[in-house]
């Protein structure tokens, strides 16, 4: 099959040949319909995340259907479309898996890092860890929900939903996950206030265009006081920045899986009761629970098609900021 291989960190991904992948006990093999580009993925491929297995065909966002089931894997029929996210598989045992917080798996693999992604034309999955689709979505349409929406949807409820909890909304970085838990937020009454890179309007303009009420610079103080914020760029310098917009008892959530470093800060900005954490993997829960609320919404997707040899290209345009929504390879 046709493959994206990622042969060493800080490397371009290489157009290889390799074999089809066999689906061992419990795995359905997919074929690949549609993966996203996510941040996560420059973050293997430019070395920030240390522990890919190498060779790794990388991607975590991948729409497929299956076409093959390894012993034991009945829960899906052949023909059957399904997702699969970043959380490819976890023990099963542990404290976390047993109670319902499987992303705090200390064995925990992950799709396109531990596990080869979706930058090929098939791919082979955990069952348990797969995700039935809505027909409301086209293939590349659903491909960024997998992780994009998965994950700013848990940081959107780590925001707060209570009535004095997260109504007056800050996004740090307005791309793929942004676009989409904006609409959401948006739903759910919540007031929208974006932040872009400084001066970079195309994407503020994307935002009000989505329903914030204000779009800025990063470098800017929103009109009024927040009561959340989230940061989805892996910039650690918008931690303070984020604690001076919010209210007191107001959340910062760090939605990435990878940061630069946190600059200190004054503690005044911290008191107050104000809280800052971060948001690990996701669980199969929100999944559920996100997947059905995105067609209620609805949510609409801006994506990019790339032809699968493109992948290069699509994680370049990601890291020059040269995108608005989501980059989705297409075999």
């Not at 297995?53 to 991948?62: D, N, Q, R, S």
């Not at 890092?113 to 590349?140: H, M, T």
């Amino acid at each position: 099959m046709r493959a994206m291989v990622l042969q060493a960190a800080k490397r371009p991904l290489v157009p290889s040949a390799i074999a089809v992948p066999t689906p061992g006990p419990g795995q359905v093999l997919l074929q690949v319909a549609a993966c996203a580009v996510c941040r996560t993925d420059l973050h293997v491929v430019d070395g920030e995340l240390t522990e890919p297995k190498l060779p790794l065909v990388p991607g975590h966002e991948i729409v497929g259907r299956v076409v093959a089931a390894g012993p034991g894997a009945d829960r899906y029929t052949l023909g059957t479309r399904v997702g699969v996210p970043w959380l490819g598989w976890s023990c099963g045992r542990c404290r976390f898996c047993l109670s319902g917080r499987e992303n705090l798996c200390a064995e925990a693999k992950f799709t396109g890092y531990q596990i080869d992604g979706g930058y090929g034309e098939y791919a082979v999955a955990d069952q348990r860890f797969c995700f039935a689709l809505s027909d409301a979505y086209s293939d590349q349409d659903a491909a960024p929900l997998l992780c994009a929406g998965l994950i700013g949807y848990r940081a959107l409820v780590m925001a707060g939903e209570g009535p004095h909890e997260g109504q007056r909304l800050g996004l740090y970085g307005f791309g793929a996950a942004a676009h989409i838990i904006a609409q959401v937020a948006r739903w759910q009454g919540r007031l929208v206030f974006a932040f872009t890179s400084p001066g970079d309007t195309e994407a503020q303009d994307f935002a009000r265009s989505l329903g914030a009420v204000w779009a800025g610079g990063s470098d800017q103080s929103p009109p009024e006081p927040l009561d959340a914020a989230i940061i989805f760029a892996p910039v650690g310098a918008l931690v303070p920045a984020a604690l001076r917009a919010v209210e007191r008892g107001g959340t910062v959530v760090c939605a990435g899986i990878h940061m630069s470093p946190i600059p200190s800060f004054p503690y005044d900005i911290l008191w107050g009761e104000r809280v800052v954490r971060s948001v690990a993997n996701l669980t199969r829960a929100d999944g559920e629970a996100f997947l059905a609320l995105a067609p209620q919404v609805p949510v609409r997707i801006a994506t990019r098609r790339y032809p699968l040899e493109q992948a290069n290209a699509a994680l370049d345009d990601l890291r020059a900021g040269r995108m608005q929504g989501a980059a989705v390879l297409v075999p």
